[in-house]
């Protein structure tokens, strides 16, 4: 339940009034490393709408003490808050009094949270968060309404600088992090970086000021944002834009094999697309089952499996399987076949999921079988199952038998015209079925994408996706998968829309807004637990500087300047005074 705040539960209750202009898989979330970075990037070359999308993400994942930890739900680190920390203030500068307040208790966060050595949790924890320390001291937006603030910035700050002084890094990540926090642009200057790296070390030189270039390209948004921060290559800011992900930029949230799985239900086949391309990103050990198990995935991604060949440490139902694989590539499966018909007992194979399994493989091949003693075992098995009581517990034993199995069982039965177990079986099924539609592992256990994905598999073999049990499971996959999407304008019910006026927040509005003397919109749909932000320019977002020591320089020019008039107007006057 971790993770109820804008990725999941998100899509269980919206309205079905709205004219939705697309439906899209949702199967990312944000994480504050990729969507910080992206910021300070996409505020480097300008592009502020990006900046203001990405900065209300950030807001919307934040903890209720103003502090982020790497992606929505997870434990607060200062590494992570004080990238998030970094991101506002560029922010702020678009859109000040929008994202001030968290600034100032982000930072007062990062004090509290402070070693007495200086240090947090470990070494970029402490680099980073005397990187962040270092910009809000030197911004604009550090409030005078908490008095010492600033005096207890700057110990902290001194105390994490003395920290880093003393301790070294202990990789070339660490050792990055901390020329950046000392200004050491020597040290990195003599660093010779590979990879994901070498976008690191760009960005440390150039945010000291250097001017960089890159050659490489970079698979994740992090290094990419860093690589765009560099150079300002055009290059890198399409990548960057490309993954982007409604407003954000984050990691592939739910299961491959889970999208996977759910591909097979009618409807739901674009998932493999989504899907496939990280199939292969899966580690695979060598044993045989799990060569058998991820055969059938291989296939929905039109990839050939590597197929086991000793048989002997695999389940039935898993030769079964090898068999039915071997089948959809027209390949010979009667070593498989024989195999499971010599190992049978007496009708069975083990258990009554496992028999289930091989009956159905068995019958869909065609293959001249016996049937008879081992539907009278599924049978028996099924009443002694629902029969029975958990000595333990006393509760039906059928309670701790998955729900799969009897959906499985329920396609056997209905090949078979067994109609009495077949109706039991669907009992069963409705039973566990909850009232959003999705099915339970267990009775009244907790519900999964791949539980129901697999018994809506089992029902549609059946022919039974006419069904309403069928029918509310696919709503179930549907609401939790996919995001709809309204068109973003001035309008969009039940959104919440930020306004910018002037490089201002000018406050906000639910339902709509009136663009006119705007520099543009931020939309929030759904206004609680958002599913995408939306930036829309108007008359254009500008951004001023953020740094207080700016202004502080041209305000010493003025001085000197305005000095320089003075003195020359008084050796002036005084010539004049002696002529007379």
Same mark, same amino acid.
């Given at each position: 339940?971790?993770?109820i705040?804008?990725?999941?539960?998100?899509?269980l209750?919206?309205?079905s009034?709205l004219a939705?202009a697309?439906?899209?898989?949702?199967?990312?979330?944000?994480t504050?490393p990729?969507?910080?970075?992206?910021?300070l990037a996409?505020y480097?070359v300008?592009?502020?709408?990006k900046?203001?999308?990405?900065?209300?993400w950030?807001?919307?994942?934040r903890?209720?003490?103003?502090s982020w930890?790497y992606?929505?739900g997870?434990?607060?680190e &200062?590494?992570?808050t004080a990238?998030?920390?970094m /991101?506002?203030?560029?922010g702020e500068s678009?859109? %000040?009094?929008?994202?001030?307040?968290v600034?100032n208790s982000a /930072?007062?966060?990062l004090i509290?949270?402070q070693?007495?050595d200086?240090?947090?949790?470990?070494?970029?924890?402490? /680099?980073?968060?005397a990187v962040?320390l270092?910009?809000?001291l030197q911004s604009?937006?550090?409030?005078?309404?908490?008095?010492?603030?600033?005096?207890?910035l700057?110990?902290?700050?001194?105390?994490?600088?003395?920290?880093?002084e003393l301790n070294?890094?202990q990789?070339?990540?660490?050792?990055i992090f901390?020329?950046i926090a +000392?200004?050491?642009?020597?040290d990195?200057?003599?660093?010779?970086m *590979?990879?994901?790296? &070498?976008?690191y070390?760009a960005?440390?030189?150039?945010?000291l000021?250097?001017?960089?270039?890159?050659?490489?390209?970079?698979?994740?948004?992090m290094?990419?944002?860093?690589a765009l921060y560099?150079?300002?290559?055009?290059?890198?800011?399409?990548?960057?834009?490309?993954?982007?992900?409604?407003?954000?930029?984050?990691?592939?949230?739910?299961?491959?094999?889970?999208l +996977?799985?759910?591909s097979?239900?009618?409807g739901? *086949?674009e998932?493999?697309?989504?899907a496939c391309?990280?199939?292969?990103?899966i580690p695979?050990t060598?044993?045989?089952?799990?060569k058998?198990?991820?055969?059938?995935y291989?296939l929905?991604?039109?990839?050939r499996p590597?197929?086991? *060949?000793?048989?002997?440490s695999?389940l039935?139902w898993?030769v079964?399987?090898v068999?039915r694989v071997?089948a959809?590539l027209?390949?010979?499966?009667s070593?498989?076949?024989?195999?499971?018909?010599?190992?049978?007992?007496?009708?069975?194979w083990g258990?009554f999921?496992n028999?289930?399994y091989?009956?159905?493989v068995l019958k869909? +091949?065609?293959?001249?079988y016996?049937?008879?003693?081992?539907?009278?075992y599924?049978?028996?098995?099924?009443?002694w199952?629902?029969?029975?009581k958990n000595?333990e517990t006393?509760d039906?034993?059928y309670y701790?038998?998955?729900?799969y199995?009897?959906?499985? /069982?329920?396609v056997?039965?209905k090949q078979?015209?067994?109609?009495?177990e077949?109706?039991?079986?669907?009992?069963v099924?409705?039973?566990?079925?909850?009232?959003?539609?999705?099915?339970?592992y267990t009775?009244q256990?907790?519900?999964?994408i791949?539980?129901?994905?697999?018994?809506?598999w089992n029902l549609?073999i059946?022919?039974l996706?006419?069904?309403?049990?069928y029918?509310?499971g696919?709503?179930?996959?549907? %609401?939790?998968?996919?995001?709809?999407l309204?068109?973003?304008?001035?309008e969009?019910?039940?959104a919440?829309?930020?306004?910018?006026?002037?490089?201002?927040?000018?406050?906000?509005s639910?339902?709509?807004?009136?663009p006119?003397?705007?520099?543009?919109?931020v939309?929030?749909?759904?206004?609680?637990n958002?599913l995408?932000?939306?930036a829309?320019?108007?008359g254009g977002?500008?951004?001023?500087?953020?740094w207080a020591?700016?202004?502080t320089?041209y305000?010493r020019v003025?001085?000197v300047?305005?000095g320089l008039?003075l003195?020359?107007?008084?050796?002036?006057?005084i010539?004049n005074r002696?002529?007379?």
């Open positions: 339940m971790k993770r705040l804008a990725v999941v539960l998100i899509l209750a919206y309205s009034t939705f697309e439906i899209r898989p949702y199967v990312y979330e944000p504050v990729d969507t910080a970075f992206a910021v996409m480097k300008g592009e502020y709408e900046v203001l999308e990405g900065c209300e950030l807001m919307a994942i903890t209720p003490f103003d930890g992606a929505y997870e434990d607060h &200062a590494k992570y990238m998030a920390i /991101a506002l203030i560029r678009v859109a %000040r009094g929008r994202y001030g307040d600034i /930072a007062y966060w509290y949270k070693n007495p200086g240090s947090w949790n470990d070494y970029i924890d402490t /680099a980073l968060a962040a270092k910009e809000v604009k937006y550090l409030t005078t309404e908490m008095p010492g603030l600033r005096e207890q700057k110990k902290g700050l001194n105390r994490a600088i003395g920290w880093l070294g890094p990789n070339d990540e660490e050792r901390r020329d +000392l200004g050491d642009k020597n990195l200057k003599g660093l010779k *590979e990879g994901e790296l &070498a976008a070390r960005f440390a030189l150039a945010y000021g250097e001017k960089v270039s890159l050659s490489e390209d970079f698979s994740t948004p290094a990419t944002a860093m560099a150079t300002g290559e055009e290059r890198y800011k399409e990548k960057l834009m490309e993954m982007e992900h409604f407003g954000f930029w984050g990691k592939l949230h739910y299961r491959v094999l889970d +996977l799985d759910v097979r239900i009618k739901f *086949e998932l493999r697309g989504t391309p990280y199939l292969e990103g695979l060598e044993e045989e089952w799990q058998a198990v991820y055969a059938h291989y929905l991604c039109s990839k590597e197929l086991p *060949e000793n048989y002997t695999l039935p898993q079964a399987e068999a071997k959809l027209n390949e010979h499966y070593g498989e076949v024989e195999y499971l018909i010599t190992n049978s007992e007496n009708g069975s258990d999921y028999t289930a091989v009956v159905w869909s +091949l065609n293959v001249s016996d049937y008879e003693k081992s539907l009278e599924l049978s028996e098995n099924l009443t199952l629902l029969s029975e000595p006393g039906p034993l701790s038998t998955p729900t199995y009897f959906s499985q /069982a329920a056997v039965f078979f015209g067994m109609n009495g077949f109706n039991v079986t669907l009992n099924l409705r039973e566990r079925q909850y009232p959003n539609g999705a099915f339970s009775h256990s907790v519900t999964g791949t539980t129901t994905a697999s018994i809506l549609q059946a022919g996706d006419n069904t309403d049990l029918k509310r696919v709503d179930f996959l549907r %609401r939790v998968l996919y995001a709809d309204p068109e973003i304008g001035p969009v019910q039940n919440t829309f930020l306004m910018i006026k002037g490089g201002t927040y000018a406050g906000n639910t339902g709509g807004v009136i006119s003397g705007l520099d543009g919109y939309v929030i749909y759904p206004s609680d958002p995408t932000i939306k829309v320019e108007v977002f500008t951004a001023e500087s953020p020591q700016e202004k320089e305000v003025v001085i300047i305005a008039f003195a020359m107007y008084a050796v002036i006057w010539e002696k002529r007379s």
